[in-house]
């Protein structure tokens, strides 16, 4: 089952704030955020396992709700180079190695 | 040094050929996959391979046949291409509970 990403689309101006959302229907053992440049390949982000955990590094950071089935990626003071698709990813057991990609969610930020 | 690598980067063909494309990768990974990405960006796991042994074969045409000569490659061969297989190819490698690293992708256009 394919997780659901919103909004679909994001414009925001340099400095400004995002939130990516990311909702599943079946539990979930951990989600990946990884960001897409045009014409390359996905970059993997980070990674939350089941336990709430909250990770981040530099103006990026990320929520995982096991109960809620749900995670969140935060861009904060956002940059040019933020600019993307973002996926999120989904994996339902302990490492089974299927790991699901939302629709996407496309970010411009803007000068 | 290239972590994940795959060839070729382009692939024009017509109608009923057969292909390959080829994977490599120098991260000591256990785990490898075949995704296919869309003109609308979805990306969709096709194949994983944990050390050489299939794991995951998602419903994919029998046209396409992965194969793992060892634990650092991991093949894609396509018979009598359509149409519809005109996507963008990328293999990726995990260790695990660890983030996905995709190669540059194929871009495969079939005429």
């Known amino acids: 089952q394919q997780p659901v990403q919103s909004p679909q689309a994001v414009i925001l101006r340099e400095g400004e704030d995002a939130v990516i959302n990311c909702s599943s229907s079946k539990a979930l053992y951990s989600v990946h955020w990884y960001r897409q440049k045009h014409g390359e390949a996905p970059i993997f982000l980070m990674i939350?396992?089941?336990?709430?955990e909250q990770k981040g590094h530099d103006k990026i950071s990320a929520s995982f709700n096991e109960k809620k089935q749900q995670s969140s990626l935060y861009l904060t003071a956002s940059q040019l180079s933020y600019s993307g698709t973002y996926f999120c990813g989904t994996d339902k057991g302990a490492n089974t190695g299927k790991l699901i990609f939302g629709q996407g969610t496309t970010l411009q930020v803007k000068p | 040094d290239t972590a994940v690598s795959q060839t070729p980067k382009y692939l024009v063909t017509q109608m009923g050929n057969d292909k390959s494309i080829k994977c490599e990768q120098n991260?000591?990974?256990?785990?490898m996959y075949w995704y296919k990405q869309d003109s609308k960006k979805f990306l969709k796991i096709m194949f994983s391979y944990n050390n050489k042994e299939l794991i995951i074969n998602e419903t994919v045409p029998n046209r396409f046949s992965p194969k793992s000569p060892d634990k650092a490659h991991l093949n894609l061969h396509i018979n009598s291409l359509e149409l519809g297989d005109s996507a963008v190819y990328f293999c990726?490698?995990?260790?695990?509970?660890?983030?996905?690293?995709f190669g540059p992708g194929t871009r495969l256009l079939v005429l």
């Open positions: 991260l000591g990974h256990d785990t």
């Open positions: 990726a490698s995990r260790q695990e509970f660890g983030g996905i690293y």
């Open positions: 939350l396992l089941k336990g709430g």
